[in-house]
């Protein structure tokens, strides 16, 4: 027996009531989600808005600092020592160099124009198996596309590829959801992680333990040719990423930050896998010095201290490092 409208629960009667207004008006279905996108778009664009030259952060959970707390993060500490950029990270976790690339993207789809764009990178983040996702997970950054500029990322991509493009660029019309997902990511599943982190219980120090495993594993056997390192998936989008940031008349510059936490890489390594991380850095040093692009090495200045897990920062000093080092390159004449 269908209960009466008035015995329903909230969530029921919002539901019912929401079905009866999309039978009556199906613009309805569609004018709401975006006039919300619309206002949460300005609202963006608003608080990103300065009258300072633009410094922007790109790159994975490393760079994103999510395990930070406020004032503790690489843009907090970068924003007071070079003071005349306004420093804004947009980096997520999971992004791989094509991510990267359409970080920059949007940045300048939310009304930024970098004039510094500064990119964290492992030493192995060149590396690629085969198999290689270009993208993360769900691929949503590919909705950040500027079809003004997108000449060099779809001659890149396959007929998926493009499609996902489409798909994602209709997804911006439900653009108050990414909000959504920013604040509860912000201020409930990261203050999680945070507490983890803070807490380390044994089954989490057993897990990064076997991750560390891994990791040893796979660089004891890996190839260290130059056709291994660069001829790769995402040797191939950095190169995308270092075109779109010299065609908008902005500055990259590369940060190369160790594979991981080396103190722990040097307890649990072979030499054999130690030798090949680091001609693996030199490697990568040599290749950006090739193609001209601006390098802040770091790799020897991240003490083991600084990490929680193999490829994560835990404190304010590890951060004041890279901020520091950031800020003496570009003090230089």
């Known amino acids: 027996m269908t209960r009466p409208f008035s015995e329903r ?72 020592d070079v003071s005349k950029y306004h420093v804004v990270n947009l980096a997520r976790p999971g992004a791989r160099t094509l991510d990267m690339a359409l970080q920059v993207h949007q940045a300048a789809l939310l009304g930024l ?12 983040k060149f590396r690629s198996t085969e198999g290689y996702i270009r993208l993360d997970k769900r691929g949503d950054q590919l909705k950040w596309l500027e079809l003004s500029r997108s000449g060099r990322f779809f001659a890149s991509f396959d007929a998926q590829y493009k499609k996902k493009v489409l798909i994602h660029k209709i997804g911006l019309l439900f653009g108050f959801f990414d909000l959504a997902e920013h604040l509860y990511l912000q201020h409930v599943q990261w203050p999680i992680e945070r507490s983890r982190m803070r807490k380390d219980p044994p089954a989490r120090r057993a897990k990064i333990q076997k991750k560390l495993k891994a990791h040893a594993k796979v660089w004891e056997a890996a190839g260290t040719s130059d056709e291994l390192l660069f001829n790769t998936g995402s040797a191939h989008d950095f ?73 994560h920062m835990k404190t304010r000093e590890g951060n004041a490092i890279l901020a520091r080092a950031v800020q003496q390159h570009l003090d230089k004449p």
């Open 239 to 311: 190169e995308l990423l270092a075109a779109d940031v010299k065609a908008r008349g902005a500055r990259l510059i590369v940060v190369l930050i160790p594979a991981g936490n080396m103190d722990a890489a040097r307890a649990s390594f072979s030499d054999v896998a130690l030798g090949k991380l680091e001609k693996t850095r030199r490697q990568v040093h040599a290749y950006l010095k090739r193609r001209n692009i601006e390098v802040v090495d770091v790799v020897d200045e991240l003490p083991g201290r600084h990490y929680d897990d193999f490829t």
């Open 9 to 80: 629960t909230a969530v029921e009667k919002t539901a019912m009531a929401t079905r009866a207004m999309a039978r009556r008006s199906p613009m309805w279905v569609l004018l709401v989600p975006l006039v919300l996108s619309l206002a949460t778009w300005m609202g963006v664009r608003a608080s990103l808005s300065s009258t300072k030259p633009t410094l922007l952060l790109v790159g994975d959970s490393f760079t994103g600092n999510y395990r930070m707390d406020d004032g503790d993060r690489i843009q907090d500490l970068l924003a007071a």
């Open 113 to 124: 124009s970098p004039s510094v764009v500064v990119a964290p990178m492992f030493v192995s």
